[in-house]
């Protein structure tokens, strides 16, 4: 887990706004909010009309409001009331109209009691939807008398900021842990793992639309209690939270590290929740040098009789079998590597079968992170199409170091889908990235940005399948909002360190994403779905398996061809036009060979076929998107 350990500098730079916070609580429980003295300013969604927040509004003299999870900012500022006051408006990924002289703001007539109402157009593809944790959730929803969702929208478990949150349904709740939190009291807060539940949504919980009501461990002194305070110096942090499931018994487990400054793990091991005490107790230590570890966040998944646990971090290439004795004993984790059995990076010996890069799954062996992936191919020992990570923006193809997330099945798209953080694109760890695969393994090629964070990190983001709507066409995803690691020294207030939920859906014609077509033999094309089962797996190319906007559909009728066949109008694939005029850099013409027989055909991306007897049609069939693997990925 990525957590601040710089925890001392975050809480003394919200320091300043904690007195606030707790001031504003007790306002709320005295019932003394003077609802009429604020102007309300509402920001919402120009395409869905919901409020809109982590809006910033400043004045020409620099006061600066943040909207709270209504979208709604509350102001009063004396010698400022009954006058036209300007204010600039910006957000990440959301964009107010330029006026005449370039300025994104508006002028607005502040008056007590009353207020207004802005539109602010959507550039992200997620929406963002509520802040979860810390406290004034709803702060100025509540100086204005707005109605609010939560039972606690002002201070929840005297929490003020979480770092990254693990989650899973357990005994027909959810659970939820947190790493390092503030609270009021003392720039010191829980270093031990706070933790919560809430109701899902079937069985009386919130709409996750509207919010997740927390429902804090606590202590003798209300503050959110240490769940995992197990032994040795230091702070815990957990990773890969896991149910096992045996019959009618399910157990919560999850790995731990003891952590010393400045982000030193000195111990990893297992831990197993205790029911009846609410906390973690400490079942399994690990070697400090064992290669493979529970981390990042967890699925199940079988292949065939036998039953997994997966962890992503993001991606899922470490695994052990759903059993309590296999998650002790790290020789019992397998890594999916092209690394010999038993190796490590520093060895760098490369597995081949006859010259053929050997991927598959080995004991005490680490999987390759993407920038150790790079270090080997700028080595001269491993080729870029004998790697397995080639995850890149779909319409450019610059490459994306994927460095948090999580990976889950979705029924919806019957593909898996990763949400993931990018480490150093526009922003150092704030640009979250979208994308979908056949298998966990892979091959996760293609993705789309769904938000952005500009100078501020939002690492450590996590889908949360259990929210799904509409049978998985809606997601919801959140993660950590901060200015740590963003090198920008400036912490929004309330805002800072604490988690975010975002709602994506995934019919938006922008996620529509190239995915890997196979050959079938004899000129023939399918998806996963069209092969049998331990085909092999590797792609001949990337196209569309539903419409959008500038694609054009692709049959067989004695060929590919783009026109419908009288009797079988089904399209195999989508592509775009041969002819497209500034087509994405990550697409490239499909080529159809004829035989000599004028029945054989064959279809691929590059130019020149050295079969006998095969001649090449002057324009190429359509464009498709470049296959830049050439891994046999495992049937999983």
Known sequence: MVTNVTLLALTLSVASHTLAAGCLAQEVA???????????????DQE?????????????????LWTDSKGIAAFFEPGLMNQTVFFHVASHGYE??????????????????????????RTNVAQRLYRVTGGGIYADSLLVGAGVPLKQPALNGQVLGSDSVLSACYRGKVYWFWGDTNRPAYPL??????????????????????????????????????TARLPGDGPTWLGGLMVLVNGNDKRLFAGYGKVKPPLHIYE????????????????AAFDAKAPLYPQGHSFRHQVGNIEYIYFAHPYPLTRVRADPEAFRQPASYEGFTCLQAGSSLKDANIDRDGGRVRWS??????????????????????????????????DTGKAIIAHGGSVYWNEYRQRWVMITVQLFGTSVLGEVWYAEADTPLGPWVYARKVATHERCSFYNPKQHPFLDKQGGRIIFFEGTYSHTFSGNNEATPRYDYNQVLYRLDLDDPRLVLPAAVYGLGEGRFGFVKDLQ?????????????????????????????LEAPQRDGKALFYALPADLREAPATTVPLYEFIHQDGNRRVYQTHKEWKGTGFTRTERPVCLVWSNPIQVDLMWE
């Open 189 to 226: 807060g829980n270093f031990h793992v706070p933790g919560a539940t809430s109701l899902l949504p079937k069985d009386g919980g919130l709409d996750p639309d509207v919010g997740i009501d927390l429902d804090y461990f606590l202590d003798a002194k209300g503050f959110a209690k240490e």
């Open 533 to 561: 089962p331990k085909a092999p797996l590797t792609p001949s190319f990337f196209a569309l398996d539903r419409r959008r906007n500038s694609a054009v559909p692709v049959y067989a009728s004695s060929g590919l061809t």
């Open 96 to 121: 107010f109209p330029k006026d005449g002289f370039g300025y994104r703001g508006q002028a607005l007539k502040i008056a007590q009691g009353g207020g207004t109402t802005l539109r602010i157009q």
């Open 30 to 44: 005295a019932g003394a909010l003077a609802t009429g003295k604020y102007f309300k300013i509402t920001i919402v």
């Open 361 to 394: 799954w080995k004991k005490n062996t680490p999987p390759l992170t993407a920038q150790e992936q790079e270090k080997l191919i700028g080595a001269g020992r491993l080729r870029r199409d004998e790697a397995l990570l080639h995850l890149q923006d779909v």
């Open 48 to 64: 869905t009309g919901r409020g809109v927040p982590l809006v910033e509004l400043r004045t020409v003299n620099d006061i600066r």
């Open 268 to 283: 990893r091991g297992l831990a197993e929740w205790d029911d009846a005490k609410k906390e973690f107790r400490k079942i």
